[in-house]
């Protein structure tokens, strides 16, 4: 795996051009969905439901995947060629 800056791409798995510029890729029921568990891992955690090393592990991921439905951009999409965006072009 390589990423080749000038060209703008990342050489993965020997597909040589796999886009990774920031478009967005997640469709709205991707974002709704990773907002709504962004919120549930904030009220479990702030509600003490979830502490310690845990409690901590899940607020990140919530922070990760409301940061993520904000953008509209999966990094993870776009390595698998995933795209649930109704704008496909």
Do not use: E, H
Not at 20 to 46: E, P, Q, S, W
Not at 58 to 66: A, P, T
């Amino acid at each position: 795996m390589k990423f080749i800056p000038q060209a703008g791409y990342l050489v993965l798995f020997n597909q040589p051009k796999l886009n990774l510029y920031m478009k967005t890729n997640m469709g709205n029921a991707d974002r709704a969905i990773r907002v709504i568990l962004a919120i549930v891992a904030a009220v479990l955690y702030f509600t003490g439901t979830v502490t310690g090393t845990w409690g901590m592990v899940l607020l990140v991921l919530g922070g990760i995947f409301l940061a993520v439905s904000a953008i509209g951009y999966c990094l993870l999409y776009a390595i698998f060629g995933i795209n649930s965006c109704k704008n496909k072009k």
